[in-house]
């Protein structure tokens, strides 16, 4: 008598099968959109659609592929094809302009550039070693590789501000600072925190603090800010400036827990009586819904070696450097607001 089949062996349901492809082309996607921002394709389109050879023409390259690219970025959402064979911009390749607040440009060519393209393809030996990627394809730690190539530098530190810049008046906004006293951005590279939170809160005074290199174009120049702010090199590692908030915002994901606690103990001994640490970061919650942080998660794991963490770990972290949890503060963006304070018990 014939059965039917188990469900071990039924042939997989179309939906999951065509899922299953969509995140497979998941690198031609990425290698589409790095094009599109490198041909600046989102700022020929300002003045209305225009067809794929008129954009050959302007961009020297050829219209029958770049047509083919475009159709493949269309159908993600990013640009739209009319009746006429024109593209368009959508709200996502809106985010891809140059010259509008909020652009994601660099940051999109950051995120797809060699540095972490070639390190999510060493993934299966970060798994099976636990080890970061970077070194091994690169020859050395992701952070000795950007001191010693300037131009690697210029696209990270472009591609992070890109990034994290639209964050900055939301977190400003989101927690409730004090009137009075120092904020110190920790490793706050150009300073567009810091800048929004001194001129939200005129009675408070800022340092920027971060390595010598990643100070060379600081945010801080406005008239209001006028002896309101200085800009300090250093290595939080060893110290970190006095102050009553310190914020360290994108800068733990980058480290193993090791270093982070080295971190963290630094911001302790700084912290003044009754002042808080604050970590702006991606926090991923329990569970298999979507988050960003997940995706930067492999990245930070494939070429960095650290990892964003949930408040769990964040918590583990806080008690072996003298901090203890107090809450997280959700934010509009991706990232969470977490707020430590001095253990009461720590000497």
Not at 8 to 14: F, K, N, Q, T
Not at 38 to 49: E, F, K, T, W, Y
Not at 203 to 221: I, K, M, N, T, W
Not at 311 to 337: H, K, M, N, Q, W
Request: with cysteine; net charge negative; hydrophobic share 45%.
């Amino acid at each position: 008598m014939e059965t039917s089949p188990s469900r071990h062996s039924a042939a997989p349901e179309p939906s999951g099968a065509l899922r299953l492809m969509e995140e497979t082309f998941g690198f031609l996607h990425s290698a589409a959109l790095r094009t599109a921002a490198s041909l600046r394709i989102a700022d020929r389109l300002v003045d209305g659609p225009r067809t794929a050879a008129e954009l050959a023409a302007d961009t020297g390259t050829d219209g029958a592929t770049l047509h083919r690219l475009l159709r493949l970025l269309a159908s993600r959402g990013v640009f739209q094809e009319d009746g006429t064979g024109a593209f368009g911009l959508t709200p996502a390749a809106y985010a891809l302009r140059t010259d509008v607040p909020g652009s994601l440009h660099s940051t999109v060519l950051l995120l797809t550039d060699d540095m972490f393209v070639r390190s999510a393809a060493d993934l299966a030996e970060t798994v099976r070693t636990g080890e970061s990627a970077f070194p091994r394809v690169f020859g050395t730690p992701f952070f000795q590789h950007l001191e010693a190539d300037g131009a690697a530098r210029e696209v990270f530190d472009a591609g992070m501000a890109a990034f994290s810049g639209p964050l900055d008046d939301a977190i400003a906004a989101a927690y409730p600072f004090p009137d009075r006293g120092t904020v110190v951005d920790v490793g706050g590279g150009r300073g567009g925190l810091l800048r929004a939170v001194l001129l939200r809160h005129p009675g408070l005074s800022g340092v920027l603090f971060d390595r010598a290199a990643a100070l060379h174009e600081p945010l801080l120049d406005e008239e209001e800010l006028a002896g309101r702010r200085r800009a300090e090199p250093g290595d939080f590692f060893a110290t970190v400036p006095d102050g009553d908030v310190l914020l360290l915002k994108h800068v733990l994901p980058d480290w193993s827990d090791e270093d982070c606690v080295r971190i963290l103990r630094s911001c302790r001994r700084a912290l003044a009586p009754g002042g808080r640490v604050l970590i702006v970061d991606a926090v991923p919650a329990p569970g298999n819904a979507p988050h960003p942080g997940k995706e930067l998660d492999i990245l930070m794991m494939t070429a960095l070696g650290g990892s964003t963490r949930s408040p769990a770990e964040l918590d583990a972290l806080f008690a072996r450097s003298g901090l203890r949890y107090v809450r997280t503060l959700p934010t509009p963006g991706f990232a969470s607001i977490v707020e430590a304070a001095a253990d009461a018990c720590d000497r």
